[in-house]
T-cell receptor, first 114, second 113 residues
Framework: AQKVTQAQTEISVVEKEDVTLDCVYE???????LFWYKQPPSGELVFLIR??????QNEISGRYSWNFQKSTSSFNFTITASQVVDSAVYFC???????????FGKGTRLHILP | DAEITQSPRHKITETGRQVTLACHQT?????MFWYRQDLGHGLRLIHY???????NKGEVSDGYSVSRSNTEDLPLTLESAASSQTSVYFC????????????FGQGTRLTVV
């Protein structure tokens, strides 16, 4: 069965520090998709990135970067030079091609302190 | 622009009442999902649908039901509301076969008193 583990429940860092959010997943499917979502204090869920299992290239988007490693079943998310606006709950999620269910981790609450 | 909307945004109901939360999407997506969000549990899947007349149970489906009579709508019904169902509910839709990201509604905060 598919499973997503975000071991870090809550993280606090001082503004401008780099921070990495960990995500470990389990799946029996060979084709799957990984996602990160952000939930700011306003409550909506904001899509950040989607990765398929055949694409292990790391991705960078501005201050955000993602490290996908199939060998360790991890899809970690790094924010460089964090800002107060990055304070939010971040969710990692997994979808298997065979059934399309999207399963979420429990989320990591990130506090960026000014 | 295409969107996914939930209604109501907030609701207070009494224990034992039947409650229906609406979800409407204009993305023309086949897949639709209902989640509940609770502190310490993240987002948990309640029910999902791959298309009209198709419904499936998620990990926390007890006490909930859904029906899919058209592509756009997936209403979630709490047959007899319980205090344990106090939560924030999110509806989502996505393209088939995991090709796309899931689009989420803004959530419905339900309080059962």
């Amino acid at each position: 069965a598919q499973k997503v583990t975000q071991a870090q429940t809550e993280i606090s860092v001082v503004e401008k520090e780099d921070v990495t959010l960990d995500c470990v997943y389990e799946t029996r499917d060979t084709t799957y998709y990984l996602f990160w979502y952000k939930q700011p204090p306003s409550g909506e869920l904001v899509f950040l990135i989607r990765r398929n299992s055949f694409d292990e290239q790391n991705e960078i988007s501005g201050r955000y970067s993602w490290n996908f490693q199939k060998s360790t079943s991890s899809f970690n998310f790094t924010i460089t030079a964090s800002q107060v606006v990055d304070s939010a709950v971040y969710f990692c999620a997994l979808s298997e091609r065979r059934d399309d269910k999207i399963i979420f981790g429990k989320g990591t609450r990130l506090h960026i302190l000014p | 622009d295409a969107e996914i909307t939930q209604s109501p945004r907030h609701k207070i109901t009494e224990t034992g009442r039947q409650v229906t939360l609406a979800c409407h999407q204009t993305w023309n997506h086949n897949n639709m999902f209902w989640y509940r969000q609770d502190l310490g549990h993240g987002l948990r899947l309640i029910h999902y649908s791959y298309g009209v007349q198709d419904t499936n149970k998620g990990e926390v489906s007890d006490g909930y039901s859904v029906s899919r009579s058209n592509t756009e709508d997936l209403p979630l019904t709490l047959e007899s509301a319980a205090s344990s169902q106090t939560s924030v509910y999110f509806c989502a839709s996505s393209e088939s076969r995991g090709q796309g990201k899931a689009f989420f509604g803004q959530g419905t905060r339900l309080t059962v008193v």
